[in-house]
């Protein structure tokens, strides 16, 4: 018994360190500084896509600004303050419907902050961030990571450099 | 000029009588009595579907209580109160990137309401309902329209009824 109190001071320090939802750790900021939404899975839907080409389900959500600016169609440009998130899975089967493919394995949760002064100086007038995983490691070994986001969103430069048109609900 | 007063008249009633968003009728209520939830295009996402086998696309929100249900794993049974809504669209190609599947047109709005009370004499716990495109015009003839949604949930009647398992964030 005389390990008692070693013990009870190690479960102790244990139950004090074990992570609870409350005080989870926020994720590193990317190495462009920009920090992840904080509730961002709670925002409203813009809308969804399913890339064939890499066997992807994608949501695209919004914060306030955002959801309005596309609902409205105010997306030429989109407004400063604006956030577009897109959260990708791996694509899996309904296991009781195996016609409906459905999100497998997290992937990443990629983020556009619109501030057209802000980011005037990557030439698009937005900032870019990638989180990977469950575990959301930022993307990129520097800031220069976003010229991979940029390169391929050029492709809708005309756009305001976003792919997303919303879904309608009505 | 004797018109005028006429005219001012006229044009204060197509004013009065112009549909706003804040006066926008809110549709009929389905055949057994349930409403559509009032703004539930802003409710959080609990997962996303491609239906292969029907062309279309789909987006599963829900409310408070149904997402925080169906994050948690709580859902053997879903708790009473929980509202789920799947929004159904055509699958079209997004015009700058063909590869990705994404939303066309709208199809439908689907909704489980969960009151194991209120709805067991459906032998499921749950009430059913849909209302079909933009115009948002309630499905079914009488309330025995909620036999086709029970007959095609009985594939996931071990899961309470409800396909949608949750795409995980983190």
Redesign the interface.
């Known amino acids: 018994m005389k390990f008692a109190p070693l013990l009870s001071a190690l479960c102790l320090f244990s139950l004090c360190a074990a992570p609870t939802v409350a005080e989870e750790q926020k994720p590193a900021p990317a190495p462009n500084g920009l920090e992840i939404p904080e509730g961002f ?5 813009i ?8 066997e992807s ?1 994608r ?1 695209i ?1 919004g914060n306030d600004i955002a ?1 309005k600016a596309a609902r409205s169609g105010q997306t030429s440009p989109w407004p400063d303050g604006a956030i577009i998130a897109k ?1 990708a ?1 791996t ?1 899996t089967s ?1 296991e ?2 195996p ?5 497998g ?2 992937l990443n ?1 990629e983020f556009m902050f619109k501030d057209s002064k802000k980011f005037a100086a990557n030439g698009t007038g937005w900032g870019w961030a990638r989180w990977k995983g ?1 575990d ?1 490691t930022p993307y990129g070994k520097d800031a220069s990571f976003e010229k991979e986001c940029i390169e391929c969103h050029a ?2 430069r005309h ?1 305001d450099w976003a ?1 997303t ?1 919303a ?4």
Chains 1, 2 share one sequence.
Not at 41 to 45: D, K, P, Q, T, Y
Not at 47 to 54: A, N
Not at 167 to 170: I, S, Y
């Open positions: 899975e709670n925002w409203a839907v809308s969804i896509s399913h890339r064939l080409d890499r389900m949501v959500l959801v959260v899975w694509e309904e009781d419907w016609a409906a493919v459905v999100p394995k997290l949760a469950p959301r492709a809708v756009r792919f048109q879904a309608t609900f009505r």
